[in-house]
C-alpha cells in the first residue's frame, strides 16, 4: 500500500514529501526504521495522533523535543508541526488559546493515512 508522508522541518525550510510502500498496518519495526532518521540527531520518535485537512493522521515527533527547547542544545521550535498538533483540540475548543498548548519542536514527520495501530 502506497503510504505517503510530508517531512515537516523547523524555519523556513520547504517541506519534503515522501512515499513508501508498507502494509496496512506496518508496525513499530517498519515505522521506527522509517522516521528516526528522519527525525535526525538520534532522536528517539513520539506518536501524536493530529487532524489534519478534517482527517484523522499520524504524525511523529522527537520523543524529547519539548524538553530539549530549554537545553544546552535545544531543538527549534517547528510552527508547521506546531499548528498540525494544536488543530485537532483548536477545532473542539475555539475560544482556548492555542499558545497555552504545548509545542513541536525539531523535525516532524506527518503520514497521510493512520499508520499506528
Same mark, same amino acid.
Given at each position: 500500500? @502506497? +503510504? ?6 523547523? %524555519?523556513?525550510?520547504?517541506? $519534503? &514529501? %515522501? $512515499?513508501?510502500?508498507?502494509? @496496512? ?5 517498519? /515505522?521506527?526504521?522509517?522516521? $528516526?532518521?528522519?527525525?535526525?540527531? *538520534? ?21 524529547? %523535543? ?10 527549534? /521550535? *517547528? ?6 498538533? &494544536? ?25 497521510? &493515512?493512520?499508520?499506528? +495501530?
Amino acid at each position: 500500500m @502506497k +503510504t505517503e508522508y510530508t517531512i515537516l522541518k523547523p %524555519g523556513d525550510v520547504p517541506v $519534503e &514529501r %515522501g $512515499e513508501v510502500d508498507w502494509p @496496512k498496518e506496518p508496525g513499530y519495526q517498519l /515505522i521506527k526504521a522509517l522516521v $528516526e532518521p528522519l527525525l535526525g540527531d *538520534n532522536e528517539p520518535l513520539e506518536h501524536v495522533a493530529v487532524l489534519h485537512d478534517g482527517k484523522r493522521r499520524d504524525m511523529f515527533v522527537s520523543e524529547y %523535543g519539548h524538553m530539549r527547547l530549554t537545553t544546552r542544545e535545544p531543538l527549534p /521550535i *517547528n510552527d508547521r508541526a506546531t499548528a498540525v498538533y &494544536r488543530n485537532n483540540w483548536m477545532t473542539q475548543h475555539p475560544d482556548q488559546d492555542p499558545e497555552t498548548l504545548p509545542g513541536i519542536a525539531g523535525n516532524a514527520i506527518l503520514f497521510h &493515512r493512520i499508520v499506528w +495501530t
